[in-house]
């Protein structure tokens, strides 16, 4: 492909002088040759083809319109403290086909993901254009694979779409959106052939490379996603076989690749890059990676920064490398993520959430614990990572723990500290707490910490955090950003059955997954770990000068303090040595948290309840994992949940408590843009103003009425 690009760019070059020159005395005419194109044709530049569509992965978590196509808008985030792209999870006017008013340069463009994998999808035409008949290559399988991923994605969030299966070869301007109908014929047909020539264990080798169990996870995808109820008006006839070979496809995947034995080791035991179990267990399917050894050079992945909550402000906390950067785009929606899981028994939410932050900044100053004067750096001896200095609550009314207004921090940015409950691990108090439900000394509720406003007081997903970067102030880290898992898989057969009216038997197809949230016998319920803990195993931390000794990981979490036995070292002992047990789930018989949430969204039919189930099952197991808007959409459930997102259901934001307030009687402000949810508009996204200004008809610009015709509805 370099030989190629580097004729072109001689061609490219010469017109240009020839462009520029003023007279003949510069000009000398040279017959070029035109670039060949037989080196598309061998194996080395298919393969060298091939390999560069690689990075079409890393673009899924390399920047910040990922989040905005897949989290925002949904159930399970809304906007913390930098509203950048506020309009992605508002539904407001400036979501348009052109995303205007910017709010800063951080605000992404509708055309974001539009223009980059149709970028790819032109590489992968190539690939194939010039294979040789019959060709099963690698190289091929893996173009066929680019193209039939990329038009899945895009055809979920833009509906019809331009079908374009040749390689450019000159400017073309002649465009139009074919119906979806054809637009899943082809990505099958892409898929089937990825999945034929694709070997068998390239993922179990290196997760980083598409193999034959990666075809057979987006076949089931795409399969499941014409039967949805999104294409309702025109899928009746392929429902049946497409839900026979979504079976098919996720029971392969599901035998090639088992679970990982500890949720913990999905994304939470990282050390290292590369060797870590997190990038090196069998669950993996696909997932974003780089062969480079130079971690300077390694592939971006800004799920780092972007789920993180602010805490470099607190009292004695800095920022470091293990609490890492704050961007504060996303924030846990209150009403759904704490009463989502079985707190006591599923421990999914202790290792998908961080509820605890180390003291990382004594420094020798005054601080007053209960009416005695202490230097900081005496009463906590270490910022490394020893003593607990924050931590959130999440003292759900089911489980009788009570935290008062007078020892909680009740501030929407901690300034001063609290020191009223002791860590049970330490024997010191610890400086800042926050609270789901705060008391009154009457036993009444008042308020709460985790505000449904644009703050950063939450208890923030933890599951991309990286210790192991060698600078401070990252926005980036370079982890692999996991595309794939089985247990989706799981999720995949068990909706297909369900669809098929095998409702009990598609629950139970859900059992594994519940099996491994469940905590074993011995395991510390309260022991913690996230990827901010590669920390200690930094090579480069010696280098960064005033880190070396800086820690904000915590190993333990706010469990008891939560539950309860926080001030019972024999409870504990007790709680830690039996087994958690989660109840069996039957269409006769749901988790209480998940009949809250069918009654909640008024579900009653054997189905719904079923399908709500499902989805409520697939946050506990996936949250946070860049698959959220595209589930809601196509079932047409989104509209119902976005009661759990505040700010984008009202304009007036209200709390769990069911106050407009917060704990200190200030009201909330209004979410000008909320409630702006139309069902007949966004369950799909505007297509791009740039394409539409750009492309022609019968050799002519578009007019403004062919222009709109080609628009979605309502944009």
Same mark, same amino acid.
């Given at each position: ?54 990075? &079409? ?27 950048? &792209? ?446 901010? &803990? ?15 000794? &800086? ?79 595209? /589930? ?29 307030? /917060? ?53």
């Amino acid at each position: 492909m370099k030989h190629i690009f580097k004729a072109f760019g001689c061609v490219v070059m010469a017109g240009a002088l020839l462009a520029t020159s003023c007279t003949d005395k510069f000009l000398e005419e040279v017959k070029r040759d035109a670039p060949s194109t037989d080196w598309l044709s061998t194996p080395e530049g298919q393969a060298s083809i091939a390999n560069s569509l690689y990075m &079409n992965f890393n673009y899924f978590f390399s920047n910040e319109s990922s989040y905005c196509y897949t989290n925002y808008g949904t159930d399970e985030f809304m906007v913390a403290g930098d509203a950048s &792209n506020g309009m992605w999870n508002d539904y407001d006017a400036r979501l348009g086909s052109i995303v205007q008013p910017r709010v800063n340069s951080n605000t992404q463009a509708i055309t974001t993901f539009w223009n980059e994998l149709y970028k790819y999808i032109a590489q992968a035409n190539t690939v194939i254009y010039y294979a040789e008949p019959g060709s099963k290559s690698v190289a091929l399988g893996t173009a066929y694979f680019v193209r039939g991923f990329n038009y899945l994605f895009l055809t979920m969030q833009f509906g019809d779409i331009p079908l374009v299966t040749e390689p450019p070869t000159s400017p073309e301007r002649e465009f139009t959106r074919n119906a979806q109908a054809d637009v899943y014929e082809q990505i099958i047909s892409d898929l089937e052939n990825a999945y034929a020539m694709l070997p068998a264990d390239a993922s179990l080798a290196n997760k980083n490379l598409v193999s034959k169990y990666a075809a057979a996870h987006y076949l089931a995808k795409a399969h499941l996603w014409r039967a949805s109820e999104i294409n309702d008006g025109w899928n009746g006839s392929y429902k049946s076989a497409d839900l026979d070979a979504v079976i098919k496809y996720a029971d392969e995947v599901i035998a090639a690749h088992p679970l990982a034995k500890d949720f913990n080791d999905l994304f939470n035991n990282f050390t290292a890059y590369d060797t870590s179990i997190t990038e090196t267990n069998t669950e993996v399917v696909l997932s974003s990676g780089s062969s480079d050894s130079d971690v300077n050079n390694r592939k971006a992945h800004w799920g780092l920064a972007l789920f993180t909550a602010w805490y470099q402000s607190f009292p004695l906390m800095k920022r470091d490398l293990a609490g890492a950067r704050e961007y504060q785009r996303m924030k846990t929606t209150p009403s759904y993520a704490y009463f989502l899981y079985d707190l006591e028994n599923d421990s999914r939410f202790w290792k998908s959430f961080k509820t605890t932050y180390a003291v990382n900044n004594a420094t020798g100053k005054d601080i007053n614990v209960q009416g005695t004067t202490y230097k900081d750096n005496v009463y906590f001896p270490s910022n490394d990572g020893e003593y607990l200095s924050s931590m959130y609550i999440i003292n759900r009314k089911d489980y009788g723990q009570k935290y008062f207004k007078s020892e909680v921090n009740v501030a929407k940015a901690p300034s001063s500290s609290s020191y009223t409950r002791e860590d049970y691990h330490t024997g010191k108090l610890i400086p800042n707490i926050m609270a789901l439900y705060i008391y009154d000394e009457n036993g009444n509720v008042v308020g709460t910490s985790m505000t449904p406003d644009y703050n950063t007081l939450l208890a923030p997903l933890c599951k991309y955090l990286d210790g192991a970067v060698p600078a401070n102030n990252r926005g980036d880290g370079f982890r692999d950003g996991v595309l794939a898992r089985s247990a989706e898989d799981y999720f995949f057969k068990a909706e297909a059955q369900i669809r098929k009216g095998n409702i009990d038997a598609g629950l139970a197809t859900l059992k594994p997954l519940r099996d491994r949230a469940q905590y074993k016998a011995g395991e510390q319920r309260d022991a913690y770990v996230d990827g901010g &803990n590669a920390y200690h195993y930094n090579t480069y931390k010696s280098g960064l000068k005033g880190f070396q000794a &800086n820690c904000a990981f915590y190993p333990w979490n706010s469990y008891y303090y939560s539950l309860g036995g926080w001030d019972d070292e024999a409870y504990r002992n007790a709680t830690n040595a039996k087994p958690s047990v989660l109840p069996v789930v039957t269409s006769a018989s749901y988790p209480k948290e998940d009949q809250a949430i069918m009654d909640k969204l008024g579900y009653s039919s054997e189905f719904d309840k079923a399908m709500c189930y499902l989805l409520n099952e697939k946050s506990r197991e996936m949250y946070g994992e860049y698959l959220r808007w595209m /589930d809601l959409a196509r079932t047409k459930t989104l509209e119902k949940r976005l009661v759990f997102n505040d700010q984008a259901y009202s304009k007036t934001l209200t709390d769990i408590t069911g106050s407009t307030k /917060d704990v200190n009687g200030t009201t909330y402000a209004a979410s000008d843009n909320g409630g702006n949810f139309k069902a007949s508009k966004h369950y799909y996204r505007p297509i791009p103003q740039d394409f539409l200004d750009n492309i022609y008809k019968d050799g002519k610009p578009l007019t403004a009425d062919e222009k709109q015709a080609l628009q979605n509805p309502g944009y």
